[in-house]
């Protein structure tokens, strides 16, 4: 077992926090084969996610007992993490980077100033239950609060889904409103994640939607490609690909340790059914705050056809402060990454101030 500093969990270390470089695949999980693949596997599958810190732990090989005397955390937003998620932490390493995104610790109690439980203004931008409308030309649906995961940095860990999201009898009010605005190009999609939503549901949406003519584009933001692969199966592949419409999968992925062969299947899998597929990661002290790291993501996205769209700084929610970097930082990373890698693998940094029409591009301010 490695020796670690169970007080660093804790913490602002972040220096000596040991960030992989390298990403690791010894424990990587077999190829899902899609055309096998039960359309309700998925279920099952998440069904065995861990939802006990310390069962996690115990499977990781890690002393339960530190983390129970001094780093757990009682909190409402309880932790999920599926088992394939899970074989590709490295065990007995507190600092694992993919443990460090959803593992529940006492950091997340801290009062932070700045740090607030709606910091991109959703709730200011929601026309009616669910919908959000904040940029021109593009309409957000929040079509469930479930998600594969349940990431420690979430911006919406606070949002109130139980009065957002439209029960089935509203989704005609909800279509009226994309029809009656003419201006409303793009339908991202989101959540929580869309693709918890069973294939009946998703298709019924996305089929209505695409009948609306103004509308050319359907967008989904998920994790679902990256946390359950399993949920990807033929069936959809075959219903969306079949979609008279752009397709648009914006992913989520934040270190390379997160894409092994069967996330790479899915993800081509996906492309290869007409979707175009982008990636946006957080960047997060800990987890991928360092060039080699960030370099070998993009590398691996790009390996299995995803192209890089935004590297977020931080939303600040409440309970996420320890995995803030800051812009200078920010900017460094990506000026460094710049004399590594081509244009077309560079994202986008930017933040997402609340009430503004647009993300906002950091830039380096010349003096
Ligand atoms: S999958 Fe997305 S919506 Fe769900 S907890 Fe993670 S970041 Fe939040």
Known sequence: MAQYDLNSLHLDKSNNLKT????????????????????LEWKKVLSAAFKDPVKLLEYLE??????????????????????????????????????????????????SSGFVSDPVGDLQSEISPGVLHKYQGRILLITTGSCPVHCRYCFRREFPYIDSIPDKKHWQQTLNKIQED??????ILSGGDPLMLSDQRLEKMCTDIALISHVKTIRFHTRVPIFLPERITSEFLSWFGNLNINKVMVIHSNHANELD?????????????????LNQAVLLKGV????????????RLFSFQVLPYYLHQLDRVKGSAHFEVDKKKALDLIES???????????????????????????????
């Open 62 to 111: 890690l002393d339960k007992e530190e983390y129970l005397n001094k780093v757990q955390v009682d909190s409402q937003f309880k932790m999920l993490v599926p088992l394939s998620y899970a074989a590709k932490m490295r065990k007995g390493d507190w600092y694992d980077p993919l443990l460090r995104q959803v593992l529940p610790v006492q950091d997340e109690v801290i009062e």
């Open 261 to 277: 062969e069967s996330v790479g299947e899915t993800l081509i899998a996906i492309k290869n059914n007409g979707v175009t597929l």
């Open 182 to 187: 003419k201006s409303i190009k793009e339908v």
């Open 337 to 367: 990454l710049r004399n590594r890698l081509p244009g077309y693998l560079i994202p986008r940094l930017v933040e997402e101030v609340s009430g503004k029409r647009s993300k906002q591009t950091i830039v380096k301010i010349e003096k």
């Open 20 to 39: 992989s470089v390298q990403a690791s695949f010894d424990k990587t999980i077999p190829i899902v084969d899609l055309s096998k693949m039960d359309h």
């Open 288 to 299: 991928n705050d360092s060039v080699e790291t960030l370099e070998l993501l993009l590398q």
